[in-house]
């Protein structure tokens, strides 16, 4: 997915033969001007990809920037000016508004983990677990919000989970399998807490382990540390809440 295939597609879903509203009451050839006026505190994202749908619309709009992707924004600022076909401008206004709500949330609240993890050996990934059809946005919402992207999607990465050893049949057979999928040096794999971990290479290949249990408070209300003995090229991975995040300190990075 690309932005011109998504806009062309956002088009249709909203438009497809015209605002009829605004067909209704505003000439073809009337100009406007319009600001986008920031109404929450948090980080702004989508400003870039605002402008590409813009002009997908009309590239004769014009486009005054005043606020970079990433910035802290406060209730009130502006984060930029559009001059141009006042029925062009209220047709994209609501992918815009839609598209810039959804990304600056995202990059919001990785920012916030990020800063709570400042100084920890822990890094903010993304999943694949995104809207779809808009996981190009959203990833990139994570990166402004300091985030990392993992995989895009499942033709990037080898990454064994449970459902694939469930499905090989156990763990060892998972590990031990051709995985005749040529180009890859690394190979992930996820497993659950009462499986036995693999150790050691396969080939040529990499392989990077995951313990995947979510970080949360037991019974007794002590939080599961990650237990003893784990290889040093095992990688510790689990789900950021926010009464978890410095419990991440203590795992490997």
């Known amino acids: 997915m690309d932005i011109k295939e998504f806009v062309r597609l956002a088009i249709e879903e909203d438009i497809k033969d015209g605002d009829h509203s605004a067909l209704a009451c505003i000439p073809y050839d009337a100009i406007g001007k319009a600001k986008l006026l920031v109404k929450e505190d948090g980080i702004i994202a989508g400003i870039e990809i605002a402008k590409q749908i813009f002009q997908e619309f009309d590239n004769s709009i014009q486009f005054e920037q005043l606020i970079e992707d ?4 406060k209730y009130g600022d502006i984060a930029f000016y559009i001059n141009g076909n006042s029925q062009k401008i209220l047709g994209a206004e609501r992918l815009v508004l839609n598209v810039m709500q959804r990304m600056s949330a995202i990059a919001t609240l ?29 990833k990139e919402a994570v990166l402004i919000g300091g985030g990392h992207n993992h995989r895009m999607g499942l033709y990037d990465m080898i990454m064994l989970k449970d459902n694939h050893i469930d499905f090989a049949g156990n763990i ?22 009462d499986e036995v971990p693999i150790k050691g290479k396969e080939g040529s290949r990499k392989v990077e382990e995951y313990e995947e249990f979510t970080a949360r408070p037991d019974e007794d209300g002590k939080m599961k540390d990650v237990e003893d003995g784990v290889p040093d090229d095992v990688i510790e991975e689990g789900t950021l809440f926010e009464d978890n995040m410095t419990d991440f300190n203590k795992w490997k990075n």
């Open 110 to 138: 990785t920012k916030k983990y990020v800063n709570e993890l400042n100084g920890l050996k822990t890094k903010v990934l993304d999943t694949r677990k995104t809207t779809p059809l808009l996981r190009f946005l959203e």
């Open 70 to 73: 990433g910035s802290e924004v």
């Open 172 to 193: 060892e057979i998972t590990r031990k399998g051709d995985m005749d999928v040529p180009g890859y040096e690394e190979v992930y794999m996820s497993y659950r807490v």
